[in-house]
Antibody, heavy 122, light 108 residues
Framework: EVQLLESGGGLGQPGGSLRLSCAASGFTFSSYAMSWVRQAPGRGLEWVSAISGSGGSTYYADSVKGRFTISRDNSKNTLYLQMNNLRAEDTAVYYC???????????????WGRGTLVTVSS | EIVLTQSPGTLSLSPGERATLSCRASQSVSSIYLAWYQQKPGQAPRLLIYGASNRATGIPDRFSGSGSGTDFTLTITRLEPEDFAVYYCQQYGSSPLTFGGGTKVEIK
């Protein structure tokens, strides 16, 4: 079955760190760019970060640049998001999503995980 | 950054009625870089449309997308009970990728 399964969410302290994981199955993971998209409680969707299939290129939203690091291990079919210097405004459900290119250089998302909740609070 | 504004914020309709959702971009977006998603409470978003008008795999033909430049539309011809949800547009023509704020389609 083609699926994405996130883990690693939970309660983080302001200024602290969390690491999210996303396990992929049912497709050739290394052939696809992957992204993290978050959704604050009761709010809309916000793209956070993306990584190319090889892992050689990474992209970040300004709101997380310098604090979050996206990476992947294609041998383990797993995507990661290292979240440092957490802020209250990082509280959200974090989804991993598979990127597809339709011409151009960037992605729409045709497969989503169920999400993992990150709460930043003291 | 391209800002996407969706309207209306909430659309109250009855099953069987037609829904027309708008997505307006702050600058021109090539139609090949516009997608639509559906999200139900407690669930992940689901891709409906990419390239402004191409239905994703398994999406019923009552969903259609159109538009170009700065104005895009998602139309649901006859609302089924399972179509009541929140809908988001997304542009992927430039970084950062951005989403609209969403339109909630609720049962009248």
């Amino acid at each position: 079955e083609v699926q994405l399964l996130e883990s690693g969410g939970g309660l983080g302290q302001p200024g602290g760190s969390l690491r999210l994981s996303c396990a992929a199955s049912g497709f050739t993971f290394s052939s696809y760019a992957m992204s993290w998209v978050r959704q604050a409680p009761g709010r809309g969707l916000e793209w956070v970060s993306a990584i190319s299939g090889s892992g050689g290129s990474t992209y970040y939203a300004d709101s997380v640049k310098g604090r979050f690091t996206i990476s992947r291990d294609n041998s383990k079919n797993t995507l990661y998001l290292q979240m440092n210097n957490l802020r209250a405004e990082d509280t959200a459900v974090y989804y991993c999503a598979r990127g597809r290119i339709w011409f151009g250089d960037y992605w729409y998302f045709d497969l989503w995980g169920r999400g993992t909740l990150v709460t930043v609070s003291s | 950054e391209i800002v996407l504004t969706q309207s209306p914020g909430t659309l109250s309709l009855s099953p069987g009625e037609r829904a027309t959702l708008s997505c307006r971009a702050s600058q021109s977006v090539s139609s090949i870089y516009l997608a639509w998603y559906q999200q139900k409470p407690g669930q992940a978003p689901r891709l409906l449309i990419y390239g402004a008008s191409n239905r994703a795999t398994g999406i019923p033909d009552r969903f259609s997308g159109s538009g170009s430049g700065t104005d895009f539309t998602l139309t649901i011809t006859r609302l089924e009970p399972e179509d009541f949800a929140v809908y988001y547009c997304q542009q992927y023509g430039s970084s950062p990728l951005t989403f609209g704020g969403g339109t909630k389609v609720e049962i009248k």
